[in-house]
């Protein structure tokens, strides 16, 4: 679903950053920076994102380049799932973020609903592996995967994080408008399938 331009500035990057820490020549290094500021002046050109703002993003980025991970947890209670309101654009979405060196990706889930909701869960089943750019997210400078990791209370009571600003169980009819960056409305609904069928497949792709 992602745009062909961001694609291909986004295959450019990863061909740049892995002949950059390869390559010995200096003729390659100079080739391959080259490409790099190509796949910037792609991004640029189509977001409101300063060029060194891209160049940052990108620069902090060493080795081979891989996707990132994404996890989420779905929380569900009394059959209403768990979200909570980013403050980063006031919009609400499943507790999650960045996966962390160190931690498996249930002890992200079991974390970040800790910290952005209070509650505190354990991981029971993986719903979903997704690929970000194959559904209808805004467009990314990251190739990411999202893990969608289904969790049930423990303990714990509702506490907004440093990261959100309220914290809500809605029904799969009263859904609040999304951070679409983070899920999809037809994310959503998949996993309010797997709350009617808890027996189907791992959803991937």
């Not at 390559?23 to 994102?49: C, G, Q």
């Not at 970000?132 to 990251?142: G, V």
């Not at 049930?152 to 609040?176: A, M, R, W």
Request: charged letters at 30%; proline letters at 5%; glycine letters at 6%.
């Amino acid at each position: 679903m992602e745009p062909n331009w961001l694609k291909w500035a986004k295959e450019l990057q990863a061909i740049a950053q892995a002949g950059l820490t390869y390559s010995k020549d200096k003729y390659d290094l100079e080739r391959f920076e080259e490409i790099r500021k190509i796949s910037i002046e792609m991004l640029a050109e189509r977001t409101t994102l300063d060029k060194e703002i891209i160049r940052n993003l990108f620069a902090n980025e060493t080795g081979y380049a891989t996707p990132k991970v994404d996890i989420r947890a779905v929380v569900f209670h009394n059959r209403r799932l768990l979200m909570v309101k980013e403050n980063t654009d006031n919009k609400w979405a499943l507790p999650g973020g960045w996966a962390d060196i160190g931690l498996s990706p249930s002890e992200v889930a079991i974390k970040e609903v800790k910290e952005e909701s209070g509650y505190d869960v354990r991981a029971v089943k993986m719903l979903g592996v997704l690929d970000k750019k194959c559904h209808p997210h805004p467009p990314s400078a990251y190739h990411v995967y999202k893990i969608f990791i289904q969790c049930e209370i423990i303990g714990g009571h509702p506490k907004i994080g440093l990261e959100t600003s309220q914290i809500g169980f809605f029904s799969e009819e009263d859904i609040p408008e999304l951070s679409e960056a983070r899920n999809t409305s037809t994310q959503i609904k998949m996993l309010f399938n797997f709350l009617r069928w808890p027996n189907k497949e791992v959803f991937f792709d």
